[in-house]
């Protein structure tokens, strides 16, 4: 446990022992994981990470199942990171997926995980980055990252890939629609799953038309971009990334990012979307798009490491105590929120200055 | 706009418009509407704060319109808000939910608005229940909160509601598990909506089995607990909960919350929910629950906020761009993530102890 150089070791030839037992404490929250990560710092940044999200009911799981086994066909190993959203609270992990997973058992190249979601504001992407590097540590050509939803957080995680593959499906009703509002700056590879069922070339228009309207209206897609979200910059480089995208064979002749239907339980489709994902990353590595991407996507988990670092100022007996009663003052009307915080951000501060271990 | 005692007495007043600003306001990030909201903060408390979420597809909005018309038929007046959770970027609200609601488009006594989730760490939920208190403020008996999905920021959002339903759905395949895995401790109604279709008495079962399964288990409903989360305490106030529970007619004599079917789109089984839902009220003031889920919530508001507060310090150009130096250190493996936060946390500190405005 203590052995640090040997835990790397192991880690680095890709005992899957070593590996689960490692993303087990980093899932857990075991701070002394820190030693061992920070000495596979230099060995990572080799893999390709790839993101996979959609709503429930889209059919994620075999799809990522069905990716791993035509990366398997191409000759790479793949990791996947199976993001469980549900239980912030209990901590439980999706056996459906590992048993979906288990045509891979035997496979040494393929490395299935769950990783449960315990951690409050920041823990969350943090703890699916440290788990990401251990795997690419380990050599895995491919990373996949599945999450379940479109909620902020699952927007946050997959926004750590390189490349996101945004799925959608036939017939969920209206709520598809919360899908689409935000999806030019999401996606890099859109799928529409379950196509063999009705409507499935509706909803490849309307992801179409959707793209289409946010193209005229001056988004850059995500694909495009080094960023990946539309904040600082970054748009300047988006017709050069064009070039060299087409190049590639990804996306089309205005930039716009492929759309593709696939049917994963018979496996239709998925070599197209497969190849789209490479041509994805060549693009982004001839285009300098990709050092871009990881220059934000590093800028964003350091953001929020060091928000979870400051608010674990509040873990102290002490400032819990304190926090309980500004609470009290706030539910009984004797302070506002905007006094409360100030006073607790007071209190922590001065804290700090004095710090009494 | 500047004129705070004016704003305060048009929004104590229900003046829609007056309303509708102010939540712009809260939803723009606006720092100035904090004067407003401080200035209402005794005015509030006495909403009941309903919260409803699922999964997309499982037909929120549809039910929320006829709880809306079922509360109305009781001479409540009603608050919604629509939370959409897909657009961090763009910040788009969801048309079809307005569109959906315009049956109670003249009527004086609702208010429908959709918030969407621009912020970062701690800005969402933070933003939902300041729109809470604008909404209270302005004297609507119930507020109903409904956000799609069921990601770790939607539960968090949910958490800060008095009384949650948690609506599933038939058919949704497989990942209906990750519905299941938390829920004991995020719902206090639980609804299987178009319960028309195949499947949805096993649905009722399955969560039935859950519920049981986790009260077997030594866990505490959220609907028995102050908390709403596992975390400190509250256990003990259960079986109080649970008497003064009975005595109104929530849940069963094991203190297991209630499980309905409904079919929304006829308004088939609404009734019978809403019952519940103001059952599961008048339980939680008897018995105390109500302010001690409340003293949970303002705490956890508290948290958040100052989590926001504190990551502010990275928004002077100083402090962006050492992080992004920070981040260009960490892609090109000169410092691991670790040796980049402590850095990047002692300037923040140091910026703080000599503060150069």
Known sequence: MSDVPETVRRIRSGDPRTLARTISRIDDGDPSVAQVLRALHTHTGRAHVIGVTGPPGSGKSTLVDKFVGEFRRRGLSVGVLAVDPSSPFTGGAILGDRIRMQSHALDEGVYIRSLATRGHLGGLSGAVMEAVRVLDAAGFDRILIETVGVGQSEVDIVRLADTVVLVSVPGLGDDI?????????????????????????????????????????????????????????????????????????????????????????????????????????????????????????????????????????????????????????????????????????????????????
């Open 177 to 357: 629609q919360v899908l689409k509002a935000g999806i030019m700056e999401i996606g890099d590879v859109f799928v529409v799953n379950k196509s063999d069922r009705d409507g499935a070339d509706r909803v490849v228009r309307e992801i179409r038309s959707m793209l289409e309207t946010a193209l005229v209206n001056g988004v850059t897609p995500r694909a495009l971009s080094g960023a990946g979200v539309a904040d600082r910059g970054g748009h300047h480089i988006a017709s050069a990334a064009r070039e060299s995208a087409n190049a590639h064979g990804y996306g089309d002749a205005h930039g716009l990012p492929p759309v593709l239907k696939t049917t994963a339980e018979t496996g239709e489709g998925v070599m197209p979307v497969v190849d789209a994902v490479e041509a994805h990353r060549a693009a982004l590595e001839e285009s300098g798009l990709l050092r871009e991407r990881r220059l934000r996507n590093a800028a964003y988990e350091l953001r929020d490491a060091l928000g979870k670092r400051l608010l674990a100022r509040l873990d102290s007996p002490d400032a819990l105590a304190r926090l309980d009663a500004l609470a009290r003052d706030v539910v009984e009307r004797r302070r506002d929120v905007y006094d409360a915080v100030d006073a607790l951000h007071e209190a922590l501060s001065l804290e700090e200055k004095h710090p009494r271990r």
